[in-house]
């Protein structure tokens, strides 16, 4: 029983956790969060547009062994190329996440568990 309590209890957390979450402003309308919300998306992807060079301008460059078969060879760069791209787009993801919310608190928003 009392493992069962601590799973419950955990089960529970986690779904507080999970619960969505919503910008909020005393005397804002819905239709002025969402169109604040969207100029303050905008505005972060243009500054991560200026601050950091396109995907095309990373290139990944792997050392493969001499006397490896091409069709080898190009698997490992493309592996390469795909991982340079997850973490150009975590970076771009992180840089909005974060520009946006510093953007909205600007604003006067505060982020709540929607109700």
């Known amino acids: 029983m009392k493992r069962t309590g601590w799973l419950l209890l955990a089960l529970l957390v986690l779904l507080a956790a999970c619960a969505p979450r919503v910008w909020y402003k005393p005397g804002a309308t819905s239709t002025q969060r969402d169109r604040d919300l969207e100029l303050c998306r905008y ?3 243009a500054r991560f547009a200026e601050a950091v060079p396109p995907l095309g301008a990373f290139r990944a460059y792997v050392d493969v062994p001499f006397g490896t078969p091409f069709e080898l060879e ?4 493309e592996a390469a190329q795909d991982a340079v791209r997850d973490a ?3 970076y771009r993801n992180a840089f909005v996440r974060g520009y ?3 953007c909205m608190e600007a604003k006067g928003y505060v982020l709540v568990e929607e109700r």
């Not at 190009?74 to 760069?77: A, G, H, I, Q, T």
């Open 43 to 45: 505005e972060a992807q």
């Open 88 to 90: 150009y787009e975590d």
């Open 74 to 77: 190009r698997r490992v760069e």
């Open 100 to 102: 946006v919310s510093d």
